[in-house]
């Protein structure tokens, strides 16, 4: 028998033991402190911290100091130090304060002041059994738990953060208006020997180039593309819905009215649009 077989019981026989041991978590005591979590909530899945009130803060173990609103708390408490901890009860619980306005902490759940008829201590080392609360329908803002221990540890419970609304479905395609186009915006009234930028939208793919001329009114053209104006060239940009943008840049010296051409390479798409520039 070669020792693979040999030990193939044993590896099995451990399995069995990793998988059936440590499954469950201790219940406590006091059902409305030790809530079960709610399904379809989930605790927070990241890690952060705050600053904390002082050292012992770290006693209260948890996995992030932020919350969203509605997700669960959960947390124990583990004597880091080197002296037995005094608790008020037998089976210590726990409070949680928030702060308000002014500043000053008020009790949102649990006791203002611990029952202290019954103490009991916790020994260095030790931990307190696993105690969970739910933040459904809490105010966002800060919040400290305050365990009868004497151990307070702050957190944060934040807002949901506003769903991403669904990108609105596209229209759909008109076979019949299929043909390419080009439009200009109206490019308002522009400044003599000052920058600026004409724009508009087109059916045309995204990077195909675009020939534009810019010429007075005066000149009596009426195409560019008869002429030797020399062009401009801009490329159209991935729009929406079929519908893409270009956008045009210019400076102009003197003032009148002026005409923007834009077309596709080929001339087989053009638009044109009157504006006027003015001086300062």
């Not at 440590?22 to 406590?28: A, H, K, S, V, Y």
């Not at 379809?40 to 006693?59: I, V």
Request: charged fraction near 15%; charge should be negative; hydrophobic fraction near 35%.
């Amino acid at each position: 028998m070669s020792h693979l077989s040999r030990l193939l019981p044993i590896i099995l026989l451990i399995s069995l033991i990793l998988i059936t041991g440590c499954t469950t978590l201790p219940d406590g005591k006091n059902p409305d402190m030790n809530a079960s979590q709610t399904p379809g909530m989930t605790a927070a899945s990241y890690a952060a911290t705050l600053n904390q009130p002082d050292a012992q803060s770290g006693f209260i173990k948890m996995d992030t100091d932020i919350y969203n609103i509605g997700e669960v708390v959960e947390f124990t408490v583990t004597n880091d130090g080197s002296g037995p901890l005094s608790c008020a009860g037998n089976q210590p619980s726990f409070s949680v304060t928030f702060q308000t306005t002014s500043g000053k902490w008020a009790t949102r759940m649990g006791l203002e002041q611990p029952n202290e008829t019954e103490m009991s201590s916790l020994a260095p080392g030790n931990s307190t059994q696993v105690y969970r609360f739910v933040t459904e329908g809490w105010d966002p803002g800060r919040y400290r738990i305050v365990h009868d221990c004497g151990i307070e540890r702050e957190i944060l419970i934040r807002a949901l953060p506003a769903a991403t609304p669904a990108p609105a479905a596209c229209p759909p395609v008109n076979a019949t208006a299929s043909a390419s186009w080009i439009e200009i915006d109206p490019p308002g009234d522009q400044y003599a020997a000052r920058p600026f930028t004409i724009q508009g939208t087109t059916n045309l793919p995204a990077g195909q180039e675009l020939d534009y001329v810019i010429f007075s009114v005066e000149s009596g053209v009426t195409d560019p593309a008869l002429t030797n104006e020399g062009s401009f060239v801009t490329s159209v940009e991935e729009g929406t819905c079929g519908t893409n943008t270009w956008s045009a840049t210019g400076e102009i010296q003197a003032t009148g009215d002026f005409f923007i051409w834009i077309s596709d390479t080929g001339r087989n798409t053009t638009a044109i649009k009157r504006f006027s520039v003015f001086s300062e």
